[in-house]
């Protein structure tokens, strides 16, 4: 299961992920746009060095080999521009935001965000243009895995999980949440049930 972090600063956020890690988070996608790169390398830095090679990094990709972080996330824009500038250990990642768009996609990548599923938590009025569970049945690309992303949360992921989707991804769920660890074990509990 992945998580991605809130686009700005929240309280209390690196004692969360530190405490998500200890959960058995498997992947921490860093996505803050508004951050400088001295930001984002000081929010690396903030978070325990056992989890460095579990970080995904969304920007200032230039910085990742000096923290240890070998995964890289590129947005759409970004892979469309085939502004691939990284080193042959890197692990990548991708946004996509139709079926056609994950189709065609190279097999540089091991997986790929594909949203919104559902109505997102965190966006305001960002929601399907399509079904995407539909489009699913028209997948040609199995080099890369489909992670769902969008409006995940406890009562969705069996439906995800079990037509189509190889993981998911929790943004709003976690951090629009009085209680980020508690909804964290929720998920992974039902999502580990299905996985196994």
Not at 75 to 101: M, Q
């Amino acid at each position: 299961m992945i998580v991605i972090t809130n686009p700005s600063a929240i309280a209390n956020e690196i004692s969360v992920i530190d405490s998500l890690f200890e959960e058995g988070l498997s992947l921490l996608h860093i996505r803050k746009p508004g951050f400088s790169e001295v930001e984002i390398a000081k929010f690396i830095h903030e978070i325990k060095q056992e989890h460095r090679a579990n970080l995904v990094l969304h920007n200032h990709h230039e910085i990742a080999a000096d923290f240890g972080v070998n995964r890289i996330h590129f947005s759409e824009t970004e892979r469309e521009k085939n502004d691939f500038t990284i080193s042959e250990n890197s692990i990548l990642s991708t946004s996509t935001h139709s079926i056609e768009d994950f189709n065609a996609l190279e097999n540089c990548f091991e997986y790929a965000f594909l949203s919104p599923v559902f109505t997102s938590i965190s966006k305001e009025n960002y929601s399907p243009k399509t079904n995407l569970f539909e489009d699913l049945m028209q997948r040609i690309n199995f080099n890369t895995k489909v992670v769902a992303l969008g409006g995940i949360h406890s009562a969705n992921i069996e439906k995800s999980l079990q037509n189509g989707f190889n993981d998911v991804a929790l943004l709003g769920t976690i951090w629009n949440s009085p209680n980020p660890i508690k909804n964290f074990k929720l998920c992974q509990k039902i999502a580990l049930s299905l996985l196994a």
